[in-house]
């Protein structure tokens, strides 16, 4: 019988261990690593330059054109220079969205950097990745062009010409939304205002 006992003791002595360790791993922050962060540079890269290059056809292919019919009363391809935020808000605001995209950029390089590079946080930290590669994309637009090229109407609905770049912000902020009521918790998102550890 105390065989028995000291075998539970130690067994529920290893749980408790194995539950502090899973515990300490998820609150111990360590900086993220360069592969990581090179990662994250090459994933935003290869999404700006898919907008970019779309933006670019619509340029080279729809520009003077009339509408241009791909599914008859759904969805069409129209070019249309966007003075505004993404769905055509907001026109002839330039300063602002320049002053609000940096501080968005400001502010996601910062979550980056907080959240722990582990599996719990990896959609988080993909959403974050999505929503700044489509503020980006707008960005350059803007920056170039003064103005942001949409292509993509939904007829079906009359919907506002966007682009890419706004598909990438409407994924990043919907993942970004469904993980934050249904995956973490108040306790999880605690780790943004935390200070981290080397290591």
Do not use: C
Request: hydrophobic residues 50%; glycine residues 4%; negative net charge.
């Amino acid at each position: 019988m105390q065989e028995i006992n000291r075998e539970q003791n130690t067994e529920e002595t290893r749980d408790s261990k194995d539950s502090k360790e899973e515990l300490r791993e998820e609150t111990v922050f360590h900086r993220r690593s360069a592969g990581s962060w090179l990662m994250i540079a090459v994933s935003v890269a290869i999404l700006v330059a898919l907008d970019q290059f779309t933006k670019y056809l619509a340029v080279t292919k729809l520009s003077g054109e009339d509408l241009r019919i791909l599914i008859d009363g759904v969805l069409d391809f129209v070019y249309l220079e966007n003075h505004g935020a993404a769905f055509s808000m907001l026109q002839n605001q330039q300063w602002f969205f320049y002053i609000l995209t940096t501080v968005f950029f400001i502010l996601a390089v910062v979550v980056l950097y907080r959240l722990p590079q582990n599996a719990k946080y990896r959609p988080m930290t993909i959403s974050v990745v999505v929503l700044l590669s489509g503020a980006a994309g707008n960005f350059i637009d803007r920056v170039v062009n003064r103005y942001v090229i949409d292509f993509i109407y939904v007829e079906l609905i009359n919907f506002p010409v966007f682009n890419v770049a706004d598909i990438y912000v409407t994924v990043g902020v919907t993942i970004l939304i469904v993980l934050m009521i249904f995956k973490y918790k108040d306790e999880d998102m605690k780790v943004l205002f935390r200070s981290r550890k080397s290591g």
